[in-house]
């Protein structure tokens, strides 16, 4: 059974580029509800423990220095079939080939600034939900 939660950052470059309430829009146009959401930055630590399952991947020190460098936009929606809906929302990790009208389409520049987060699993987006949220943050 698919939980009806998931969880997403909108990630530093997005951020910096000012496309937050456009993600945020498309968001909820596609039918999700915004029950937690908070402005932050991640501590180098922090990035080293959220993303420590790529910890022995060439791209972890670069991936890492990327999401501690600013301000990101952590939230947990609700819809069902919310991870999987919202996997398709945010489309390819590469932007190029990402599906029109994607996020990552819209609003990503690259592999490694790809704009926004998305869990892979009904699991994962338990676990990385609590990781930004205390059960008191989440509705």
Do not use: C, W
Request: net charge negative.
């Amino acid at each position: 059974m698919s939980s009806k939660r998931t969880f997403t950052m909108i990630k530093p470059d997005a951020v910096e580029k000012g496309h937050t309430g456009a993600i945020l829009n498309k968001i909820n146009a596609s039918g999700f509800r915004i029950v937690s959401m908070k402005m932050t930055q991640m501590s180098k630590r922090d990035a080293e423990l959220f993303y420590a399952v790529h910890k022995e991947r060439p791209f972890f020190g670069e991936l890492v220095a990327f999401m501690s460098r600013g301000p990101i936009v952590a939230a947990i929606l609700e819809k069902e079939n919310a991870v999987d809906d919202f996997r398709t929302l945010i489309g390819a990790t590469n932007p190029e080939e990402a599906a029109e009208g994607t996020l990552r389409n819209q609003f990503a520049t690259s592999v490694g600034e790809n704009a926004v987060h998305g869990s892979d699993s009904d699991e994962n987006a338990a676990i990385e939900g609590a990781f930004h949220f205390s059960s008191r943050e989440m509705f």
